[in-house]
């Protein structure tokens, strides 16, 4: 852990920037950089995005600037509360959250992640990325409610 960075997923909830702060502190205590990333799902369609766009490069293309300018910003952010001589490198993958995240995880000392609890039927029956990360993580995994 002393040696690796701490990895960070976001989907930009309130209960991922929470996780943020934890990560940030991981990193200080064990003077290491941080991994921010975020997954972008393949877009099913203009409805589950809640936009309407003519046509769907139009929709990737406002999806990929609205993620690089909220990454951008959750970068300034992280960094005012990060150690100094410690950095925070964005990362942006294509595909299924557990997955990417999965596969990002492979070469980090440890993973902070959100825990979304379950308050209704829709949120039971929707996949819970942070229980399957946990469970198939090969490193340590910190998850925040």
Known sequence: ??????????????TAAHALKY??????????????LHVVSPARSAHFY??????PATLEQQLAEFVEQKMQSLQLEMQQGLKSGLSIKSVIRHGDACEEILAEATNV????????GSTSLMDFLKPHVSQDVVRLAKCPVLVVK
Do not use: K, W
Not at 1 to 14: H, I, K, Y
Not at 50 to 55: H, L
Not at 109 to 116: C, L
């Open 50 to 55: 809640g936009v309407a766009v003519e046509t």
């Open 23 to 36: 990560a940030v502190e991981m990193a200080n205590l064990y003077q290491v950089d941080i991994r921010l």
């Open 109 to 116: 000392g440890m993973v902070v992640i959100a825990s979304h």
């Open 1 to 14: 852990m002393r040696t690796q960075e701490v990895l960070c997923p976001t989907d930009f909830s309130a």
